[in-house]
């Protein structure tokens, strides 16, 4: 089993950046492919991004792509979205979650789910 916290989120202006991280403990980190979800208020939570357990793939959501970034340093057990350009429709809680490594990217489903963390982003 993995443990996951986020932190990172905050409020921000619409046009500007924030970095979530999800520290991860427990079973080996670098065992688990690894994504980014959300869920707006009124929403269902939906996927954001995804990584694989190297990092050598990634797969985004149409509506973050080329304004979010995945990666990981398996080396200090953490994740990282870089959210750029971000828009208020971008405003949600956002969770970090583990998943089976064998699985491709483009079809990642969490396994293991962090408390999440708050991004407000203004108009």
């Known amino acids: 089993q993995v443990q996951l916290v986020e932190s990172g989120g905050g409020f921000v202006q619409a046009g500007g950046s924030l970095r979530l991280s999800c520290a991860a403990s427990?079973?080996?980190?670098?065992?688990?492919?690894m994504g980014w979800f959300r869920q707006a208020p009124g929403k269902e939570r939906e996927f954001v991004a995804a990584?694989?357990?190297?990092?050598?793939?990634?797969y985004y959501a149409d509506s973050v792509k080329g304004r979010f970034t995945i990666s990981r340093d398996n080396a200090k057990n953490t994740v990282y979205l870089q959210m750029n350009s971000l828009k208020p429709e971008d405003t949600a809680d956002y969770y970090c979650?583990?998943?089976?490594?064998?699985?491709?990217?483009?079809?990642?489903?969490?396994?293991?789910w962090g408390q999440g963390t708050q991004v407000t982003v203004s108009s």
């Open positions: 979650a583990a998943g089976d490594p064998l699985i491709s990217t483009t079809r990642f489903k969490g396994d293991y």
């Open positions: 427990g079973r080996t980190f670098s065992m688990y492919a």
């Open positions: 990584i694989s357990w190297s990092g050598a793939n990634t």
